[in-house]
């Protein structure tokens, strides 16, 4: 399993931006779809955002379609969530997500798709 970390938390105010970083521990990174999560206080982890193995395709939750843009390198072994117009609604900690060999993209949004994940960030939008 891939080994993960994610940076680029913090303290920000609504409207303001913010670009979290995931990096991997290997190249394998490359095979894998990743994910981008985040939980709430008091409410369940949700899905972000994924992107495909090569980075063409992406998906995201209706809450932060617009806002939000998931991206890629595989040269660096990092995924990247770029956070737009943050709300104070965004304020979680965000995970993210190595998908696993057997993936499917029907289900791209379903946390058993995915079997590794990183320690989370800290994401906080005062208003």
């Known amino acids: 399993q891939l080994q993960l970390v994610e940076s680029g938390g913090g303290l920000v105010q609504a409207g303001d931006s913010l670009r979290l970083s995931c990096a991997a521990s290997d190249r394998t990174f490359s095979s894998a779809v990743m994910g981008w999560f985040r939980q709430a206080p008091g409410k369940e ?10 980075g063409r395709n ?10 939000f843009t998931i991206s890629r390198d595989n040269a660096k072994n990092t995924v990247y ?3 737009n117009s943050l709300k104070p ?3 979680a900690i965000y995970y993210c997500a190595a998908g696993s060999a057997v993936f499917s993209y029907t289900t791209y949004n379903f946390e058993s798709q ?3 994940w990183g320690q989370g960030t800290q994401v906080t939008v005062s208003s």
């Open 45 to 54: 982890r949700e899905f972000v955002a994924a992107i495909s193995r090569s």
């Open 58 to 67: 992406t998906y995201y939750a209706d809450s932060v379609k617009g806002r």
């Open 81 to 83: 969530l770029q956070m």
């Open 89 to 91: 609604e965004d304020t």
């Open 114 to 116: 995915y079997n590794s």
